[in-house]
């Protein structure tokens, strides 16, 4: 994770499910980066009207999936909605520095129903910006951005929901047969979102 520079990707590049669950499908079926890349900008197969955007879709989705064993990939496709945003999710965390911080930063440590504010937020960002000059600069508007996808993030998956003033944490048990999947690096990213129990 350290060898992963902040970015403010996710302001553009949210959790994107249906998108990786396509991905998802096409490496399932054999395809390879290449192919895939060329049928998202030949094919459109994401049904983008840029094609700077359809390149930019598939070259993410694939770094995202590539930080994925197989059976995990497979579940995106075979599981649970629920099931699939979680593995999504984790790929997520995998491939993003500044969300797989937050996690262990802001959310693992609370217990079901808690609340996370945006106070939490900042004050997260403020320990990342004593330390990296990357996010030392991102402006008032980037942060906002961010935050607000964060949370829309977080309830996507299934997550947390919102209250007026807040995020409440919701932790999700998993069955046994997810858990059989994971493996010791999925692990540390599992433990930042599932209930304590739950795992």
């Not at 840029?50 to 930080?67: F, G, I, N």
């Not at 197989?70 to 593995?87: A, F, H, S, Y």
């Not at 937050?102 to 990342?128: G, H, P, T």
């Not at 964060?150 to 995020?167: E, H, S, V, Y």
Request: proline share 2%.
């Amino acid at each position: 994770m350290k060898e992963l520079k902040y970015t403010s990707s996710i302001k553009d590049m949210p959790l994107m499910f249906l998108e990786m669950k396509k991905t998802a499908i096409l490496l399932c079926e054999g395809k390879t980066d290449q192919e895939i890349l060329s049928m998202s900008i030949e094919e459109n197969i994401y049904q983008l009207d840029k094609e700077k955007r359809r390149r930019d879709t598939s070259l993410k989705m694939l770094k995202r999936l590539s930080t994925l064993r197989m059976p995990l990939i497979k579940k995106i496709v075979d599981g649970t909605t629920d099931e699939g945003k979680l593995i999504a999710f984790i790929a997520l965390m995998k491939s993003d520095r500044l969300v797989h911080e937050y996690m262990l930063d802001v959310y693992a440590d609370k217990a079901d129903e808690d609340e996370i504010n945006d106070s939490e937020f900042m004050q997260f960002i403020d320990r990342l910006a004593a330390n990296s000059e990357t996010a030392a600069n991102w402006k008032s508007d980037t942060l906002k951005n961010i935050n607000t996808k964060l949370k829309n993030i977080l309830c996507d998956t299934g997550l947390a929901k919102r209250t007026k003033t807040a995020l409440t944490v919701i932790k999700p048990y998993v069955d046994s047969e997810f858990l059989s999947i994971l493996d010791g690096d999925d692990w540390v990213y599992a433990k930042a979102v599932l209930k304590e129990g739950g795992i």
